[in-house]
């Protein structure tokens, strides 16, 4: 079956463009987690969905991040006004049920490389 | 919140030879542990858990047992191979009943044949 997918899988933006990056979870799967991976680093909370809800917006580091799921499948992260610091990996996971227990399946990421 | 301190790597070793990965973590109550594997190019895919104290998770050859004397689960394995190498990284929820993850740093494996 198809697993979680993400596109783009590479991402190019000069300083200050907007970015949009986009996550298909695996069909049925409520929840559903941002994470941002630094070269060398294990992966950072960004923000979680149940469903079309964002319960939580934590790890968003600036009011420049944005993440959205309106139909409680599909996500979209945008970033606007990209700085050289938000070059990283996005990854997206989604799991089948809200406990912490159940297995997040990840998405290969995008990579974003602002110049 | 809760949070893991795992092994810094580089670790290379030979085909065969024994494998460990060391990780303790620091945690309210005894939240679920986890360890992910990222093969290059891929993304992260879960290689065990264990959901309570002193439950043994394994998986591909590979366990780890959570240790609440030690507050460790460190990852083993008693002869690796070749398509073993990849990235490992340890994780735990931040607190109870959490649904996200925090991880470790990673840490990269090569095996050579």
């Known amino acids: 079956g198809a697993g979680v997918s993400q596109s783009p899988r590479y991402k190019v933006a000069k300083r200050g463009q907007d970015v949009a990056l986009r996550c298909d979870p695996i069909s049925g799967h409520v929840s559903l987690f941002w994470y941002q991976q630094a070269l060398g680093q294990g992966p950072e909370f960004l923000t979680y969905?149940?469903?079309?809800?964002?319960?939580?917006k934590s790890g968003l580091p600036s009011d420049r991040f944005f993440a959205e799921r309106p139909e409680g499948s599909v996500s979209t992260l945008k970033i606007q006004r990209t700085q050289q610091e938000d070059s990283a990996v996005y990854l997206c996971?989604?799991?089948?049920?809200?406990?912490?227990?159940?297995?997040?399946?990840f998405g290969p990421g995008t990579r974003l490389t602002v110049t | 919140g809760n949070s893991v301190t795992q092994m810094e790597g580089p670790v290379t070793l030979s085909e065969e030879a024994f494998l460990t990965i060391n990780c303790t973590y620091t945690?309210?109550?005894?939240?679920?542990l986890f360890w992910y594997v990222q093969y290059p190019g891929e993304g992260l895919q879960l290689l065990l858990k264990a959901t309570k104290a002193d439950d043994k998770g394994s998986n591909k050859g590979f366990e780890a047992t959570y240790r609440k004397e030690t507050t460790s689960f460190h990852l083993e394995k008693g002869s690796v191979q070749v398509s073993d190498s990849a990235v490992y990284f340890c994780?735990?929820?931040?607190?109870?009943?959490?649904?996200?993850?925090?991880f470790g740093k990673g840490t990269k494996l090569t095996v050579n044949p």
């Open positions: 969905f149940q469903n079309e809800a964002q319960l939580d």
């Open positions: 996971a989604s799991s089948y049920s809200p406990q912490a227990s159940y297995e997040q399946y």
């Open positions: 994780a735990l929820p931040p607190q109870g009943g959490s649904e996200k993850l925090v």
């Open positions: 945690a309210t109550g005894y939240p679920s």
